[in-house]
């Protein structure tokens, strides 16, 4: 039976999320998918870190008030975080990564990827930055070190896109793709829908986990144009910057624009989208768009997500499912520990 060891560095909602699962799931898991996990350290900015190599009880990390420097309430706990202690000293074989999303540069995730890839480690993160800023330099230094880079939660959480577009639709021609691909937008449009103000919608989104540690990220279209580099370089082989895509939001819609077209059956979305031309060039953008009442997306609600792919042999194929939250996103962390198990017990 195969035990992994597991550093989590950022302790938020989706590594909390894990630890919760690998707390109520690992016995089921050893069973089912051939490994359980073991917690060997933890690191947050906020809570500070702590290391066992011979495993942390996941219910007790999972359970931690999230005060200042809660860490340091454990034994062996420290109210620091020792991030690359974390990473290179914990005896991890995987580390996953969740700080925050730095849509600039995508530090400090990138450094703590690096660290790990350069240490022999696995990497699984949901962390957009280091994938749409720096995706290709650590795909390639997960290779040089003989280990995996794999981010299936980057875009829409748990809601299998990536590995699903790459593998299953192989040979289909993606040409194109336009999508729902923040959870946040899509839940504040909606429950302005139901009559809740931009700003009271937003917070509701904070409170239930779905949105950025700065949500103008999630309102003013930058977590999607991420999300739209990831898929459109990972696809469509566009090597897209993020510079490459104009980017707008949905501040400048207001309660009344919404009201507007209610009896018309239309409703705003942000939508994320690219498609390859005729040239062979990618196009790439993200806008608020007034959909029409049939069109596919349409009925997409709250932090649920949809991409709908054009392809040349299948036509659309649209794919919905949870666009975030920190069970959702925590279960795409374990994905890509499931894929990382595949390719090692690979016949
Ligand atoms: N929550 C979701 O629904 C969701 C879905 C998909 C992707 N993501 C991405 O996953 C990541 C984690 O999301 P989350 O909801 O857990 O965020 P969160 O804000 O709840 O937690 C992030 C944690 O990272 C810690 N942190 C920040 N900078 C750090 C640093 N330099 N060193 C150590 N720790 C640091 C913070 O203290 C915080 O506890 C983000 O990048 C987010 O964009 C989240
Ligand atoms: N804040 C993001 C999390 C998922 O990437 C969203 O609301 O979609």
Request: a negative charge; hydrophobic letters at 45%; one cysteine or more.
């Amino acid at each position: 039976m195969t035990e992994y060891k597991i550093a989590l560095v950022g302790f938020g909602g989706v590594n909390r999320g894990l630890a919760q699962l690998i707390a109520e799931r690992n016995a089921t898991w050893q069973a089912e998918l051939g490994f359980s996990l073991s917690i060997v350290g933890v690191t947050d900015l906020f809570l500070g870190s702590i290391i066992d190599r011979n495993g942390l009880d996941a219910s007790t990390l999972a359970s931690l008030p999230a005060a200042k420097g809660a860490f340091a309430q454990l034994p062996g706990g420290s109210a620091e975080a020792f991030n690359e202690a974390v990473i290179k000293q914990s005896g991890a074989d995987i580390v996953a990564e969740a700080t925050f999303t730095n849509p600039v540069d995508g530090e400090p995730a990138a450094t703590f990827c690096r660290w790990a890839l350069e240490a022999g480690k696995h990497v699984v993160t949901t962390n957009k930055g280091p994938i749409a800023l720096h995706g290709a330099e650590l795909k390639q230094l997960a290779k040089a070190n003989g280990v995996a880079f794999e981010y299936e939660g980057s875009v829409m959480s748990g809601t299998p896109v990536l590995r699903l577009a790459n593998k299953t639709l192989a040979g289909a021609e993606v040409r194109g793709f336009e999508g729902i691909l923040n959870g946040t937008s899509n839940y504040v449009l909606t429950r302005m829908e139901e009559g809740l103000s931009f700003d009271e919608a937003v917070a509701k989104a904070q409170e239930l986990g779905y949105a950025e540690a700065d949500p103008s990220a999630d309102v003013d279209g930058y977590d999607v144009r991420l999300k739209v580099v990831i898929l459109a370089n990972e696809l469509l082989d566009a090597h897209l910057q993020v510079s490459d895509v104009a980017c707008n939001g949905i501040r400048g819609i207001s309660s009344a624009d919404i009201e507007r077209v209610r009896d018309s059956g239309a409703r705003w979305k942000l939508i994320g989208s690219a498609r390859r031309e005729d040239d062979g060039s990618v196009r790439a953008s993200v806008e608020a768009r007034l959909l029409p009442s049939w069109h596919p997306l349409i009925g997409i609600s709250g932090a649920t997500n949809a991409v709908s792919f054009e392809t040349a042999l299948l036509g659309a194929v649209t794919v919905s499912g949870p666009g975030a939250g920190r069970i959702e996103t925590a279960f795409a962390l374990l994905s890509d520990i499931v894929a990382i198990h595949a390719s090692r017990h690979k016949a």
